[in-house]
């Protein structure tokens, strides 16, 4: 049962995140690294990605293909992270900088939850 409430964390998650990703995609413009094209067009599509994933965890008969489809998201996503982190970095600001880094390490579980839900559906 744990597992099955660790998968519905990270579908919550996911659902916010994809919701805003949609409804304030410039929250997420300073994040994108500079190799990566057409910034708010990858922004809203990463919503539109973790709203299926959601989707996709939350029903048992998908959780199979949306925990593999998560895992990969959440490994797409990273290099923002780490973007993120070096730019806090810089700042000077100690509660960005807290944040930042604080996500990173984050990242591992929120992985190993989807990769659970890919093995286990």
């Known amino acids: 049962m744990a597992a099955r409430k660790d998968v519905l964390l990270l579908a919550g998650i ?3 995140s ?3 990703h949609l409804v304030r995609p410039s929250v997420f413009e ?3 690294p500079t190799f990566v094209p057409r910034h708010r067009e ?3 599509g990463s919503g539109v990605a973790e709203i299926a994933c959601a989707a996709g965890l939350a029903h048992p008969r998908t959780r199979r293909v949306a925990g593999w489809a998560s895992a990969a998201l959440l490994v797409a996503v990273f290099p923002g992270n ?3 982190a070096d730019d806090a970095r810089r700042s000077g600001n100690r509660r960005l ?3 930042a880094y604080g996500r990173l390490p984050l990242q591992l579980p929120l ?3 989807a990769l659970r839900a890919a093995r286990r559906g």
Request: proline share 5%; glycine share 4%.
């Open 14 to 16: 996911f659902t916010t």
């Open 18 to 20: 994809g919701v805003v």
């Open 30 to 32: 300073p994040l994108m």
């Open 42 to 44: 990858v922004i809203v």
């Open 82 to 84: 780490l973007k993120m």
């Open 97 to 99: 900088r807290a944040v």
């Open 111 to 113: 992985i190993a939850i």
